[in-house]
T-cell receptor, first 114, second 113 residues
Framework: AQSVTQLGSHVSVSEGALVLLRCNYS??????LFWYVQYPNQGLQLLLK??????LVKGINGFEAEFKKSETSFHLTKPSAHMSDAAEYFC????????????FGTGTRLTIIP | NAGVMQNPRHLVRRRGQEARLRCSPMKGHSHVYWYRQLPEEGLKFMVYLQKENIIDESGMPKERFSAEFPKEGPSILRIQQVVRGDSAAYFC???????????FGDGTRLSIL
């Protein structure tokens, strides 16, 4: 069975500061990993995905994530926070070999302090 | 708008009524997924469909819930005899194929009075 743990349901950073959102996964097979962003009253937008190619994955809006198998982690980072980054962020895992259902973490709400 | 379209955006039902949620996938996508999001929680997988077929319904409640994706028209998530606990946001996603990224609609927020 696969699962995702997001440490910190709420994270606040100052504008211009580093953003770090944590995600640890559990999977019985090499996983596909995703980060999604959700703005209020909207659906989820894909930020980036890991599919066993490069371990450092670059996404949209300046975000990137690094897959670390030894730590079973896929933390999301952005060097400099912008006010528009305020949203809820979800990490998700999907196992290979045709298992399409995504298993989501409980989300991290990111607040940007002016 | 070439994205995943869900309607209605908001749906209010009284206990015991039926709720029908519609999802039109992105153009060219033949794989549809339904998820439910309870307040302050992440999305929970419900069902995965391809045209005219249910591929994985392991997340669907055993009673009152059903889903279809007919050859023509949108995918429908149907909830019969709704109860207060069905209040949630229901999201549809679509993809080009297996192991392809899922693109999400803006959801239907279901409120049960």
């Amino acid at each position: 069975a696969q699962s995702v743990t997001q440490l910190g349901s709420h994270v606040s950073v100052s504008e211009g500061a580093l953003v770090l959102l944590r995600c640890n996964y559990s999977s019985s097979v090499p996983p596909y990993l995703f980060w999604y962003v959700q703005y209020p009253n909207q659906g989820l937008q894909l930020l980036l995905k890991y599919t066993s190619a490069a371990t450092l994955v670059k996404g949209i809006n300046g975000f990137e994530a690094e897959f670390k198998k030894s730590e079973t982690s896929f933390h999301l980072t952005k060097p400099s926070a912008h006010m528009s980054d305020a949203a809820e962020y979800f990490c998700a895992v999907s196992e290979n070999f045709g298992n399409e259902k995504l298993t989501f973490g409980t989300g991290t709400r990111l607040t940007i302090i002016p | 708008n070439a994205g995943v379209m869900q309607n209605p955006r908001h749906l209010v039902r009284r206990r015991g009524q039926e709720a029908r949620l519609r999802c039109s996938p992105m153009k060219g996508h033949s794989h549809v997924y339904w998820y439910r999001q309870l307040p302050e929680e992440g999305l929970k997988f419900m069902v995965y469909l391809q045209k005219e077929n249910i591929i994985d319904e392991s997340g669907m409640p055993k009673e009152r819930f059903s889903a279809e994706f007919p050859k023509e028209g949108p995918s429908i998530l149907r909830i019969q005899q709704v109860v207060r606990g069905d209040s949630a946001a229901y999201f549809c996603a679509s993809s080009l194929g297996r192991n392809q990224p899922q693109h999400f609609g803006d959801g239907t927020r279901l409120s049960i009075l």
